[in-house]
């Protein structure tokens, strides 16, 4: 059972999707969530388990840092802790309810945390890969405290118009993603934690 409130934020995140194909949600979470989730990403990194992000899936696995140059961590459901899992139940919770008002047909999800260096960017791509077109909707959940104009590192999405999406401590993005969108270039320590909601594997 979802309480109300929670499904409010779901329905105001849907109704968003359905019309502009992107959503911008400022008040997803917590306070708490998003204090311990910024712990846990900054932890993370300093033990060093973060790895240099590619592009492409499996067989075309390509390092290419000038075209995306973030670094990642991927969530493992067994090896998360507390705050993570609550995450995790939350997106399972929002993909029973896209599923059940929009048949959207997710079956699972993926998410990583994304942590992007001064003077690192990704270029305009789609996150649907060619030979693989499970992912149906891309989220992120921006990490980045006290963010301000000219540090840069918004993300772009390009629809009928051209978005620009500020990437605010606790706004949560989603969007198609069949959309075409971009990091633009990052002039501070730019963290995320990204995800697919996807149809199979
Ligand atoms: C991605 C991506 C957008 C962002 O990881 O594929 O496009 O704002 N991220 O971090
Ligand atoms: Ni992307």
């Not at 590619?54 to 507390?82: C, E, H, M, V, Y």
């Not at 706004?171 to 990091?183: D, N, T």
């Given at each position: 059972m979802i309480d109300f409130e929670v499904k409010t934020r779901f329905e105001f995140a849907i109704d968003q999707l359905i019309q502009q194909g992107y959503a911008i949600v400022d008040q997803w979470l917590s306070a708490d969530m998003l204090k311990e989730l910024s712990a846990a990403i900054n932890e993370r990194y300093d033990l060093a388990l973060f790895s240099e992000a590619?592009?492409?899936?499996?067989?075309?696995?390509?390092?290419?840092?000038?075209?995306?140059?973030?670094?990642?961590?991927?969530?493992?459901?067994?090896?998360?802790?507390?705050?993570?899992?609550?995450?995790?139940?939350i997106m399972d919770d929002f993909s029973d309810y896209l599923n059940y008002t929009c048949f959207a047909g997710i079956k699972l999800h993926e998410f990583h945390y994304a942590v992007y260096q001064p003077g690192t960017r990704y270029a305009r791509h789609k996150d649907q890969f060619r030979s693989n077109d499970s992912r149906k909707y891309s989220m992120v959940l921006y990490l980045n405290e006290g963010w301000q104009q000219g540090d840069g590192g918004e993300l772009m999405i390009y629809t009928n118009e051209d978005v620009k999406v500020e990437p605010l401590f606790?706004?949560?993005?989603?969007?198609?993603?069949?959309?075409?969108?971009?990091?633009?270039?990052?002039?501070?320590?730019?963290?995320?934690?990204?995800g697919w909601l996807k149809d199979h594997i």
């Open positions: 590619k592009i492409g899936n499996d067989k075309d696995l390509l390092l290419n840092t000038s075209i995306r140059g973030d670094k990642i961590f991927w969530l493992d459901q067994q090896l998360a802790i507390p705050v993570e899992k609550e995450f995790l139940c606790g706004r949560l993005v989603f969007f198609r993603s069949e959309l075409e969108h971009e990091v633009l270039l990052s002039n501070f320590e730019r963290k995320s934690l990204t």
